[in-house]
């Protein structure tokens, strides 16, 4: 088993982006290129819209508590106003809301400060700049104008013949290669990948909080430098992790996280939906698209909520 350190300084990004005496905060969405951009905006030829974010509801696969995984709760919503009990001139009634949720609640981005080891974080950022009140770096604003670009599913599911993979399988670089072959899509830089495990169906199908947070299958250690080497901008998957659960090494938790924020400057999207998108590109025998998916802009945050879409 490689060491996650050695991988992380191999494929480290820290430096790359710096410019004019300025230290980069964005790693690798730095790939998506204006012309990148534009190329993909021209993969939405039919106008088919797929919806990849799952909705921001209580019934969410997140439970809370000790079912495993980070503790973290679904989107609680609270009405402030309903409408009731206004008396204003002329008749009219208005409803206001409230949210209460973790940013790393339902379909999300990672931002660059989510993960540090050794005391650092991406580009050489000190740990230490995240405090309660914030990330002073690296925070999900400096992505404000990402992510959008071309992306490309690799249907690791379908390609297997099964609703999902199990809890704790890998997903080797070979396998990924496998899939894109059948699928006909080569990968090009600056691409957004989204890698389907089956993880969002067995949630559709058992409605099982408990078990979709308990382990995962996903992406293992090697796959870092199969994303480097295919200058990916980042990547997205319809488990909570990116990367399978358990893990390779019973020492180390969340590898991949470490490598690919830390050390390469990735930013991860979680808990995607790509059901609707994977029939349709069976049907069709289109796996890429032009996706967008922006985080909202909160101050100093290390993550984000996204309503993430893909169009044909
Ligand atoms: C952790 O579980 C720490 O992170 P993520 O939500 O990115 O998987």
């Known amino acids: 088993m490689d060491d996650f350190r050695e991988v992380g300084r191999r494929l480290s990004n820290w430096g790359r982006w710096d410019a004019d005496g300025q ?11 204006p012309e990148r951009v534009a190329a993909a905006a021209r993969l939405a030829r039919e106008g088919k819209v797929f919806d990849l974010g799952i909705p921001l509801g209580s ?12 503790g973290r709760i679904n989107p609680i919503l609270l009405l402030a106003e309903t409408g009731a009990d206004q008396d204003f001139p002329g008749g009219m009634h208005f409803a206001d809301d409230y949210v209460f949720m973790p940013l790393q609640s339902a379909s999300q981005w990672d931002g660059l400060a989510h993960i540090h080891y050794d005391g650092q974080m991406f ?5 230490t700049d995240v405090t309660p009140h914030g990330a002073k770096h690296l925070s999900i604003e400096t992505q404000a104008k990402g992510i959008v670009g071309r992306g490309v599913l ?19 670089p070979d396998e990924l290669d496998e899939v894109l072959a059948a699928q006909g899509v080569e990968l090009r830089g600056g691409d957004i990948v989204a890698v389907r495990t089956g993880w969002r169906r067995k949630f559709l199908t058992e ?7 308990a382990g995962e299958p996903g992406l293992g250690l090697a796959s870092c430098e199969w994303l480097h080497r295919h200058e990916v901008a980042a990547v997205c998957s319809d488990n909570w992790a990116v990367e399978a659960l358990p893990g390779e090494d019973e020492n180390v938790i969340l590898p991949v996280h ?4 830390r050390d390469m400057g990735m930013t991860l999207g979680e808990i995607l939906d790509f059901e609707e998108l994977s ?3 069976a049907a069709d025998g289109r796996y890429d698209f032009f996706l967008t998916a922006p985080p909202i802009k909160f101050r100093r945050a290390v993550g984000s909520p996204i309503n993430p879409l893909a169009i044909k």
Do not use: Y
Not at 59 to 70: E, I, L, R, V, Y
């Open 23 to 33: 230290r980069d905060e964005r790693g690798t969405t730095n790939l998506i290129t």
């Open 59 to 70: 019934d969410g696969p997140q439970p809370g508590g000790g079912a495993g995984g980070p």
């Open 123 to 127: 580009n050489g950022f000190p740990a």
């Open 154 to 172: 690799v249907d690791v599911a379908r390609h297997r013949g099964v609703d999902w993979l199990a809890a704790g399988e890998v997903i080797t």
């Open 207 to 213: 409605g099982d909080p408990a078990s979709f947070m």
């Open 258 to 261: 470490m490598v690919l924020i």
């Open 279 to 281: 029939e349709d590109c």
